[in-house]
């Protein structure tokens, strides 16, 4: 049974930082490509950060490109999402997915597995 686990989640300030983690078990995790997504109220679910099953390959949406970082320690099958300089659009539920291969992928219906969520909120 696969299981994907968020943690670190909370709020914080405008201008602060978050480290979101992702713990992965019931799969090879170093077989999948793992990506972040978010959702805001009202709001459908949109593509975040991805990482390739070896971290050589990492993209991001233009809205967080240079405040965040996505990263991987296979060794401890969990991925990581660095949050710096957050603002008030990135309050959302942070979700973590997996999806089998090495390509990357930014949208919903490529990702096979997904956790739970992590509440993040940005205060003005």
């Known amino acids: 049974q696969v299981q994907l686990v968020e943690s670190g989640g909370g709020l914080v300030q405008a201008g602060g930082s978050l480290r979101l983690s992702c713990a992965a078990s019931?799969?090879?995790?170093?077989?999948?490509?793992m990506g972040w997504f978010r959702q805001a109220p009202g709001k459908e679910r949109e593509f975040v950060a991805a990482?390739?099953?070896?971290?050589?390959?990492?993209t991001y949406s233009d809205s967080v490109k240079g405040r965040f970082t996505i990263s991987r320690d296979n060794a401890k099958n969990t991925v990581y999402l660095q949050m710096n300089s957050l603002k008030p659009e990135d309050t959302g539920v942070y979700y973590c997915?997996?999806?089998?291969?090495?390509?990357?992928?930014?949208?919903?219906?490529?990702?096979?597995?997904w956790g739970q969520g992590t509440q993040v909120t940005v205060s003005s």
């Open positions: 997915a997996a999806r089998w291969g090495s390509s990357l992928y930014a949208y919903t219906g490529a990702y096979e597995y």
């Open positions: 019931g799969l090879t995790f170093s077989s999948y490509a």
């Open positions: 990482i390739s099953w070896s971290a050589g390959s990492t």
